[in-house]
């Protein structure tokens, strides 16, 4: 194809155009073409269709090949992605192979993608609270970072409007720390969970709460979601595989055809977008323009650009800071926007690293019944309301309960059948993972290798960043606390689990790089996620995140698009953009 031919121009030229079909950009197709935008979606990865290519979702575990569990060879072959614990025979095909899409560790991080039509929307845990003001305020408060440009205020009307949507189940728990929702009927708390949440009101008075999670399936769907196609949650546990029934939120199931449907959206996938077009003779004034993005087949590696007068870059936190820093122009030599330097830096993450496990010996006659898709939640309890250890911040956990069985798989056909009728239960194991806020730093960072390129030519992504003295701190802390809360509810054999050396990253809540702010000296967004310095270009992924809360961001993406996009479409009939 040539760019000369002025009908190929015209073929190639959108009213807007979003890097990324995952969930941030599942969400920016269908607002923008929603809005009567002619939209162009950008996916670097394969198609991926609604249930026909779920290829394991059916399968039992005997139609495996290895049971649904990974060979040494995948794992050898796989050493990052295979760390995930979504990753499995059933699942591994959602993930990148890690020989494919190299980057460079300057320090130990695990960096996970999915990269497909629909991202890691496929793969993910669907955990979803709302932030809170607590959250927002946090730099300002606590003096770290930079200070938010919006609050709970500016998106709790997006919060409400993608929950509907989206199909969200939780419990109205009224609690300040973790603000309701629009929810559809919550999942049920086992018998030990309820037992632990009654514990933990007596023995604290009310202020640890223990929830049902909040999460992302249809546990009664709503007209919206029939109107989706999409169906009630079967509570099989198999989410990672794609979801036949459409029982949990991905951008295959719901936004990407949504969008599809309103006949104003053209997606093109294996299409890796190299950076972004800049022109600084148009727009006038100090700042130029974005006028569309370089794209390089994925295949055939043909370079093709797409014009727009609309950017929105969705391609998961660490890509989007990658593409923005491999977009350099005379005007921006160290990356588009980058006049102050900070592209790149003050990356956050969730604190994964420690679990707790215990025993109770009660309930003795109960079990579970199904795979309920979901577990209970300890929203944070520390440094809520004032500043009180020796930390910044604080941490969330879940909290799950299971029988523990004496479960006999020995022999095979009928000697196993036999050995399982024999299968007792014992007492009930329970246990719970922190999910820690960390600080964004100057220091945690990514960078463009100066050398190494990947198979496309694109600069390898150089990530830096690492644990900190506050993390350390937190962790003790949630060792003690939850150990206290584990005694006082009369669990026992009660361990920690701390693992130094689980590099950040399996968290897989990576944060930050492109930062929203008040200030186009210390932020390179303002708060309609625009650069400050090219104002059509929104960045509305996990990049633009200031700080990171306790609470899971997926959902937060999701209301920032949603605001975002409602935004630039009004700008751009206005003819602002
Ligand atoms: C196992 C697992 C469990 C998780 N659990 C939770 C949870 O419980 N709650 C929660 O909130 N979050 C969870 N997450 C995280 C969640 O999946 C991400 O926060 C979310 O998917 C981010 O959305 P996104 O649109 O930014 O990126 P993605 O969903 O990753 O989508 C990005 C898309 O951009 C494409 N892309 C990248 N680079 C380019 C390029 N150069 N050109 C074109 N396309 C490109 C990718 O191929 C991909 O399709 C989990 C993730 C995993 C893997
Ligand atoms: S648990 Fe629900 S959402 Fe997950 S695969 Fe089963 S039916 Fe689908």
């Known amino acids: 194809m040539s760019y000369f031919n002025i009908d190929s121009v015209k073929d190639r030229t959108f009213d807007a155009i979003v890097v990324g079909s995952g969930i941030s950009g599942g969400w920016s197709a269908k607002e923008l073409t929603g809005k009567g935008l002619r939209t162009l979606l950008l996916e670097r990865g394969r198609d991926v269709k609604h249930v026909t290519d779920y290829p394991t979702t059916m399968k039992n575990p005997w139609e495996f090949d290895h049971l649904g569990q990974i060979t040494k060879e995948l794992k050898d072959a796989n050493p990052i992605a295979s760390r995930c614990y979504a990753f499995g025979e059933d699942s591994s095909h959602f993930f990148v192979k890690d020989a494919e899409h190299p980057y460079v560790q300057e320090k130990p991080f695990d960096w996970i993608r999915g990269y497909q039509v629909g991202g890691k929307s496929l793969m993910w845990a669907r955990g979803t609270q709302r932030w809170s003001q607590f959250d927002f305020e946090g730099p300002a408060r606590d003096g770290f970072a930079v200070e938010w440009p919006i609050g709970y205020a500016d998106i709790a009307p997006w919060y409400s409007y993608v929950e509907k949507f989206a199909g969200i189940s939780g419990n109205k728990d ?269 220091s945690n960072y990514v960078a463009l290798d100066k050398t190494l390129t990947d198979q496309w030519g694109i600069p390898q992504l150089k990530i830096s960043v690492s644990y900190d003295d506050n993390d350390e701190k937190m962790i003790k802390d949630f060792h003690e606390q939850l150990t206290e809360m584990y005694t006082k509810a009369g669990f026992t054999n009660i361990k920690t689990h701390d693992k130094p050396d689980k590099a950040p990253g399996l968290d897989i809540h990576e944060m930050g790089g492109v930062r929203m702010g008040k200030d186009p000296k210390t932020s390179m967004l303002n708060k309609w996620n625009q650069l400050h310095n090219c104002k059509n270009v929104f960045v509305t992924d996990g990049a633009c995140m200031t700080s990171n809360s306790t609470q899971n961001p997926s959902l937060t993406f999701m209301a920032i698009t949603a605001r975002a996009a409602d935004f630039a479409v009004k700008e751009f009939k206005k003819g602002n953009l």
């Open 174 to 442: 009224g609690l300040p720390q973790l603000p309701d929702g629009e929810f559809l009927p919550p999942h049920e708390q086992s018998c030990v969970e309820k037992y632990f949440t009654q514990q933990m009101s007596k023995h604290y008075n009310g202020s640890r709460p223990v929830i049902i999670g909040r999460c992302a399936h249809l546990t009664q769907p709503k007209d919206i979601h029939f109107q989706q196609g999409r169906g009630q949650c079967q509570n099989r546990n198999l989410c990672q595989r794609g979801c036949p029934y459409g029982g949990y939120f991905s951008s295959n199931s719901s936004t990407i055809p949504w969008a599809m449907r309103s006949g104003k959206l053209t997606m093109k996938t294996d299409s890796v977008v190299h950076s972004i077009i800049y022109d600084e003779k148009k727009g006038g004034a100090a700042n130029g323009k974005a006028t569309g993005v370089r794209v390089i087949n994925a295949n055939t590696k043909e370079i093709t650009e797409y014009y727009a007068k609309v950017i929105f870059l969705n391609a998961a936190t660490l890509n989007t800071n990658l593409i923005l820093l491999n977009s350099t122009s005379n005007r921006f030599p160290n990356g588009l926007g980058n006049d102050n330097g900070l592209l790149g830096k003050y990356i956050a993450f969730h604190n994964f690293r420690t679990t707790i496990s215990g025993e109770y010996e009660g309930f003795l006659d109960s079990t579970t019944e199904g795979i309920r898709p979901n577990g209970s939640y300890i929203p944070r309890f520390r440094n809520l309301l004032k500043q009180e250890t020796d930390f910044l911040r604080g941490y969330s956990a879940g909290f799950g309960t299971s029988r523990m069985t004496n479960n006999d798989t020995s022999g095979i056909g009928e000697d196993l059948k036999n050995s399982l009728a024999n299968t007792k239960y014992g007492n009930w194991r329970v246990g719970s993972h922190m999910m820690g806020e960390t600080i964004p730093k100057e």
